[in-house]
């Protein structure tokens, strides 16, 4: 599968602000708090894009279910279930 995004881009240093209490609880468990925002962005990367990609050739799907409703697929003659 394509990466949502460039993998080798490099690091930018960017200022957030995070719950005190939930930034303390991951600091206690090391939990690497970079790695852990780029992993969360690129699910949600994909589930947008997905959404967007949906949305853009929704008319383009809803034509060939309207088509194979009509007239079948080509496999169908072909078909022995």
Do not use: C
Not at 74 to 79: A, I, L
């Amino acid at each position: 599968m394509q990466p949502a995004y460039d993998t080798q881009a490099p690091k930018k240093a960017a200022n957030l602000s995070i719950n005190a209490d939930l930034l303390s609880r991951a600091k206690e468990l090391d939990i690497n708090l970079s790695a852990t925002l780029e992993q969360a962005l690129v699910e949600v990367l994909r589930t947008r894009m997905r959404e967007q990609w949906v949305a853009e050739n929704q008319a383009a799907m809803e034509a060939y279910n309207e088509h194979v409703e009509k007239h079948g697929v080509f496999s169908d003659g072909f078909r022995s279930f």
